[in-house]
């Protein structure tokens, strides 16, 4: 008996050392065929059971049975891990370089003044302010006289205008608007009657390009300005300071942006401030800055919005888009905004 | 305007260092733009008298000069010169030992000390003008007057401790255009008292009038004018008129003109000296006729018409009226008798007059915003004691002629108006003592301020004029920034519309950086790349390629193209967002448009290089036409048709026209290879320019339930002849489909060996599927079938075997 299960031990213990002596799967199915095969070790002493008694049968029976399972065992575990040895030698050959650049079109980028542009709306929108666009050829009425600068004005020769070769519908040459305020008087036409009707306030930007003759470092011939205006029964010059001096403080995050109103003079506002801002901390801390124009709208212009300025009240500024962004982002030269040099505008990506 | 300070305080003085009286007339509104000091900081410089000059011993072109400098040292200083005008007798600035003079381009002070020069001991230096920083000039000596105390400081003998103000006002403080009237401001800011205006005696010891007419009373409302005889023109400014006038920024140039100049920065009032003996007969005052013309004191010649004023004599215009004079009546050093004229003239025939002739003066400055005429006779007064003063001579009486001065409304201010447009309760008593310190003339009434306007001011005509005065006095500072209380209503943009920085965002995503180019220019762009003959020009262009208003924004992002290539970019991809500007007979005058000119929002975008960046994953590859048109799924409704078109920038067999409906909303194609060598391009970019407004409108999106029945996919090749377009051919099919077909999609597109010439296969793969029932196979050969039949129809298309 000792020896009868001394001899399936080894038998067990060699089919053991044969299926890990395969080095992939053919080679383990020929091992396999020498143990568990028609003519294998353990297949013969399952035959040779047939010349037993009963009792025989039923102990060596038995005997084999588990040494069967012993090697059928070893032969699953053996071809476990020659899967896995595949398996992880094809990962290990299917390895990448994860620091390589990803593949396909790259991520182009919005103009820094466009961005500024965007980052006002949203600002003056947040307390329900409408946005309006129009033309840029403009007609004399809505750029000046509307506005409460009539031909020959000495306020006209503030702005330097560019004509063009063709005259409005007034017979005076049209214009390239030298500011967005056209936009006021346009906006507010359009919209007198949900005031005088619906009690609703006009209140809106006009962001958009503008033109004066003016070329150097500190001046484009074209330049980008946000008109803003808010007309009620009470909007006060109290409040255009509040409303500005919030934007200012949100646009460039920081609370502690000092903001100050300074007397000056525009045809279409009374009273009217110079806003000047000053940073109290970077490169530019401790510099009163120019920012915006801005003042009480003109009686006569709030005629010219069709309203009774006796009953509707309040203010409008106008702010240069390349100076928010120049101090925002620290750009020194206003002539970059206008090459479209694509190491500038790649830094604003 | 720029003055010096110490001249502003003679007037009104408060106690406030420069800078704080810099920032006070800021904060009222007259902006400091710049505090300059008068001289540069240097010590122990003196004035010195040369009492002896003898030539240099062993130089030829130094002097050996003893001078005198007073108590500064016990006998006369030598002292070696190079200047070519040092002299016995003359008084100059002289640097004593251990004087430190302006700093140099190092920006250290230079030292004097004892020297030999050529062997001869020279113990300080004669100084040059520009040696102290006072001007320029650097031919010789600064030659001081005869009657300089040797010895003085000459920081304290020229008032050098003096700091300049240069203020930039606004067009509506006329009254402020000169010192006094600054002073005027300084007194109404700060409450310092303020000296009354200076004026003359004049005692008229002549009965000579000069006969003026004026004929003209729209044009002028008053005229004054006197008569002074036996004038010395050739007298010398006093040094304290022309230290003033330096100090401002003006050159002496006569006694006669530096007057006249003087009392207009000192006054504001602009006066004119005719040479009397060169005027003929008497003077009018009067509008221009067309075909006359006039020389004026600057050279040039105008014509003039009925639009401009003038003052003749009896044989010509003399002067262009409260503009310039004229140069023959002009004073000169031989001048010996004077007609000296002061004028109110309107401003409204004065505005815009010297514009029109390209040329500004001080006067016509002034004039056209408004020149006090009631104090015409004391201002003519002032300029003629002057001269007397100066030139001597015997004046005649003064000739005041008043016809058509305006007239001061009073004006009314509601308090409560006031208080609600300024947003502060400022009290009644607070706004009487601003009207008290502005010199304005008011009553009370019960619940108002009735204000009448004196004559120097002119921008005082409605309420809100004096509610401005109000708020500018009681300080923009003192009023609080208040976050406005109003009614909240809530704002939404609406979702069917695509703003414009959705736009941008979404050509942004697809690789494109925006660019902003000048909506006006080169004429030849527009000729040559856009076939456009007549562009909207700009009258005053600042540069020929600046010259005409664009039509599209394409050739501004092919010279970015070329600007990136030039910096060496292999790759570039740009747009643009902007307007362009169209002649259009058809726009009329609209809440949002002006008539004749139609100028819509484009968006376009060019891509040049390859279609990737270059890298190590992706096939080098140059970007073509269907990249681009990829890259516009993101903008272009799903409805948007590409049509085969010819466009003058494009390549005429790689350009398409991009349609919505009937409308064309679009280009998109290949440049055209003969532009190339204009932006020093060797391979194409493809551009695309596309109308904002139909991208902007996106449909609301209704929900159709998802069929449960299975999808039926049919793979068919066809051969059609290769001009047959997918469009075409896919209509065809369509034409042909019943209901149930989904979608019919072109997957590939084979020419070559198996076909016959001319021919291409165009694998279609058709998706069939019933909201209702599974589909039979006799339905789907059905309907493959009549597909088929409307193919070969319409296009001649036959299933490849």
Known sequence: MNMISQSLDDTVAAATADFAACADAPSLENAKAKYLGKTGAITELLKGMAALTPDEKKTRGAAINLAKQAVEAALTARRDALAAAALNAKLAAE??????????????????VIKTWQRVEEIFGSIGFDVADGPEIEADWFNFTALNNPPNH????????????????????????????????????????????????????????????????????????????????????????????????RFFESDDLQVRFRPSYFPFTEPSAEIDMKFESGPLKGKWLEISGSGQVHPSVVRNFGLDPERYIGFAFGSGLERLTMLRYGIGDLRLFFEGDLRFLKQFA | MQFSESWLRSFCNPSLTTDELAHALTMAGLEVEEVMPAAPPFTKIVVGEIVTREKHPNADKLSLCTVNVGPHAAAPLQIVCGAPNARAGIKIPCALVGAELPPGEDGKPFLIKPVKMRGVESNGMLCSARELGLSTDHAGLMELAADAPVGADIREYLSLNDSKFL???????????????????????????????????????????????????????????????????????PAWMRERLEKSGQRSITALVDISNYVMLELGRPSHVFDLDKVHGGLEVRWGTSGETLKLLNGNTVELDDKVGVIADDHAVESLAGIMGGDSTAVSLDTQNVYVEAAFWHPIAIQGRARRYNFSTDAGHRFERGVDWETIPAHLDRICALILDICGGQAGPMDDQTLNVPERKPVTMRIARAQKVIGVPVSADAMASIFKRLGLAHTRTADAYIVTPPSYRFDIEIEEDLIEEIARIYGFDSIPALPPVARAAMHAKRECTRSLHELRAAIAASDYFETINYSFVDERWERELLGNANPIKLLNPIASQMAVMRTSLIPGLLANIHYNHSHKADRVRVFELGKVFVRDASVADGELAVAGIAQPLRLAGAAWGGAVAEQWASPKRAVDFFDVKADLAALLPSDAKFVAAEHALLHPGRAARIV??????????????????????????????????????????????????????????????????????????????????????????????????????VAIRVLMQDTERTLADADIEGACQRMLEKAAQQQGATLRA
């Open chain 2, 660 to 761: 919505m409906g009937d409308a064309t909303i679009g280009w998109l194609g290949e440049l055209h290879p003969k532009h190339l060598a204009n932006f020093e391009l060797s391979s194409a970019p493809v551009v695309f320019e596309l109308e904002v407004a139909p991208l902007q409108c996106v449909a609301l999106p209704v929900h159709v339930a998802v069929s449960k029945q299975p999808l039926v996919r049919r793979d068919m090749a066809l051969v059609v002849d290769q001009a047959v377009n997918t469009d075409a051919l896919i209509g065809a099919l369509c034409a042909g489909a019943p209901a149930f077909v989904r979608g019919v999609e072109v997957f590939d597109v084979y020419r070559g060996a198996g076909l016959s010439e001319g021919k291409k296969s």
């Open chain 2, 167 to 237: 203020i930039k006002l606004t067009p509506n403080k006329t009254d402020c255009l000169s010192v006094y009237g600054v002073a005027r401001e300084v007194h109404a800011i700060t409450g310092a008292p303020l000296a009354p205006a200076p004026t003359g005696d004049v005692k008229a010891s002549l009965t000579d009038v000069l006969p003026v007419k004026v004929l003209a009373p729209d044009l002028c409302g008053r005229f004054a004018g006197r008569v002074i005889r036996g004038v010395n023109a050739k007298a010398s400014t």
């Open chain 1, 95 to 112: 390895s990448i370089d994860v620091t390589l650049p990803g593949r396909g079109k790259g991520q182009g980028g919005i103009h820094p």
């Open chain 1, 154 to 249: 000495p306020a006209r020769s503030m702005q330097d205008t560019f004509y063009v070769d063709m005259n409005g519908t007034d017979g005076l040459p049209l214009l390239l608007r030298t500011h967005t305020s056209p936009m006021q008087v346009r906006y507010a036409r359009m919209h007198a009657g949900d005031v005088t009707g619906k009690g609703k306030p006009i209140k809106v930007i006009a962001p958009g390009r503008t033109y004066r003759v003016d070329s150097d470092a500190t001046h484009s011939p074209m330049f980008h300005q946000v008109e803003g205006l808010w007309i009620d029964e009470n909007i006060s010059f109290a409040d255009l300071k509040g409303v500005y001096t919030d934007f200012l403080r």
